[in-house]
């Protein structure tokens, strides 16, 4: 993913997105969620100016210490706040202007953290209780199961126990007649524990089922809530930056 700022050269002129090309039709399509991630990136600029397809130089600069790492156009077009939908730097304003910056930030990730904060709670309130309520059906399925298993483990143990204290007195010759003990013994222990495993299997899984659901639904609503927060947060962030480079008493020096 390209870093703002990004440009292509091609035939002496300089192609790069502004905030208008954002709210022409062609510009809306890059606001979609699979593009705006590398809006500021050389395939928007090639999507929106289709003329270049496979033709121009990609160039691109993160130095925003000096006017001089951009073409004269893009120069123009940062001054007049042309760019404010695609980045910020803060290299771009002097320590005022940076301490001004900061203040504004600070109030709007702390309002947006408020609003994320009681989100995550509501989440975790609802995945809680859906927790409780798995465990609730899963640990006497378990139980039941277990009360199954374990004396037929034991009926088992009984049969295969013997027949090794047997085997190990006379290793090799025992050996065929430890197996026609065990292996019946073992078949039989199997039959009595699958059915209740597998009904233990199946109550469980229907109970992961139901919170995995609830789970996923509180996720959900946690994310419509948190998400327009995030980008109300970055909007107020990025708003606030091009509002205070505007005033040139705040700009860095160079950028004048």
């Known amino acids: 993913m390209c870093e703002f700022m990004s440009w292509i ?16 039709k062609e510009g809306k399509k890059l606001l979609m969620p699979e593009i705006l991630a590398d809006l500021c990136g050389h395939e928007a600029i090639r999507t929106f100016y289709p003329e270049l397809k496979n033709k121009g130089t990609n160039e691109e600069s993160t ?12 120069v123009d077009a940062l001054k007049k706040g042309k760019l404010s939908r695609f980045g910020t730097d803060l290299v771009l304003l002097n320590n005022d202007g940076r301490e001004t910056y ?10 947006y953290e408020r609003v ?40 088992y143990k009984k049969v295969q126990q013997p027949a090794w204290e047997a085997y190990e007195k006379i290793e090799r010759q025992a050996w065929e007649t430890y197996k026609k003990i065990q292996q019946p013994a073992w078949e039989t222990y199997k039959r009595m524990r699958r059915p209740a495993e597998e009904a233990y299997e199946k109550i469980k899984q229907q109970a992961k089922e139901t919170y995995e659901k609830i789970e996923r639904q509180a ?20 708003q606030a930056f091009w509002r205070i480079f505007k005033n040139k008493k705040y700009r860095n020096e160079k950028w004048l």
């Open 219 to 238: 996720w959900e609503n946690y994310k419509k809530i948190q998400q327009p927060a995030e980008k109300a947060y970055k909007k107020v962030k990025r």
């Open 9 to 24: 050269s091609y035939e002496n002129k300089i192609y790069f997105l502004q905030n208008a090309d954002l709210e022409t």
């Open 116 to 155: 994320e904060r009681q989100a995550k709670e509501a989440y975790e309130r609802v995945e809680r209780q859906a927790w409780k309520a798995y465990k609730k059906i899963e640990r006497p399925a378990w139980k039941t199961y277990e009360k199954i298993r374990r004396p037929a483990w034991e009926t």
């Open 102 to 111: 900061g203040r504004v930030e600070r109030q709007a990730k702390e309002a």
């Open 63 to 74: 130095n925003f210490s000096t006017p001089d790492s951009f073409p004269p156009e893009i």
